[in-house]
Antibody, heavy 122, light 107 residues
Framework: QVQVVQSGAEVKKPGASVKVSCKAS????????INWVRQASGQGLEWMGW????????GYAQKFQGRLTMTRNTSISTAYMELSSLRSEDTAVYFC???????????????WGQGTTVTVSS | DIQMTQSPSSLSASVGERVTITCRAS??????LNWYQQKPGKAPKLLIY???SLLTGVPSRFSGSGSGTDFTLTITSLQPEDFATYYCQQSYGPPRTFGQGTKVEIK
């Protein structure tokens, strides 16, 4: 079945980097962008950015510019999100989601990973 | 950036009640509006796209309406499995911002 499966929980110290993976299966990996969304405990959803899996082109929310890098390895159908210079406020669950375009115009996130908990603590 | 504002932030309702959640965009977004449902400890699930189009498999008690800046999500007869948090999201342009969420709780 169509799914994306994320890597496991991470604990990092302030100032370190974290790299989360998102492995796709059940569909053609290069046909859909991947978006990343995070959610701090008890808080709402925060869109972080997107990556065109085919070309590698990326777009990041302004607040993450300079700290966020999205990459992919098409040979193993896996996308990656790396966040650097971590601080306590980055403690959150990070989700990857497949983006699908419906009726040529409407962008949706229709397949989500299970989430990866990243804890930043000294 | 386009700001999305939902109201209310939370509500209490009984099984069988009709529930309406509103979402307002800070600028016009035509019908580029999605609704997601999230249950505790789970990933969000897409319910509605293009403001009013129900994703295949989503129960017909869910409906969406609106265009421009004002949108609503309605659940006509609340079921036990509908108790969750609901988020709107604009897909007009990046950053594809979410509303702050509306938590629907059992009365």
């Amino acid at each position: 079945q169509v799914q994306v499966v994320q890597s496991g929980a991470e604990v990092k110290k302030p100032g370190a980097s974290v790299k989360v993976s998102c492995k796709a299966s059940g569909y053609t990996f290069t046909s859909h962008d991947i978006n990343w969304v995070r959610q701090a405990s008890g808080q709402g959803l925060e869109w972080m950015g997107w990556m065109n899996v085919n070309s590698g082109k990326t777009g990041y929310a302004q607040k993450f510019q300079g700290r966020l890098t999205m990459t992919r390895n098409t040979s193993i159908s896996t996308a990656y999100m790396e966040l650097s210079s971590l601080r306590s406020e980055d403690t959150a669950v990070y989700f990857c989601a497949r983006r699908t375009i419906l009726y040529h115009y409407y962008y949706v996130m229709d397949v989500w990973g299970q989430g990866t908990t990243v804890t930043v603590s000294s | 950036d386009i700001q999305m504002t939902q109201s209310p932030s939370s509500l209490s309702a009984s099984v069988g009640e009709r529930v309406t959640i509103t979402c307002r965009a800070s600028q016009t977004i035509s019908r580029y509006l999605n609704w997601y449902q999230q249950k505790p400890g789970k990933a969000p699930k897409l319910l509605i796209y293009a403001a009013s189009s129900l994703l295949t498999g989503v129960p017909s008690r869910f409906s969406g309406s609106g265009s421009g800046t004002d949108f609503t999500l309605t659940i006509t007869s609340l079921q036990p499995e509908d108790f969750a948090t609901y988020y709107c999201q604009q897909s007009y342009g990046p950053p594809r911002t979410f509303g702050q969420g509306t938590k629907v709780e059992i009365k």
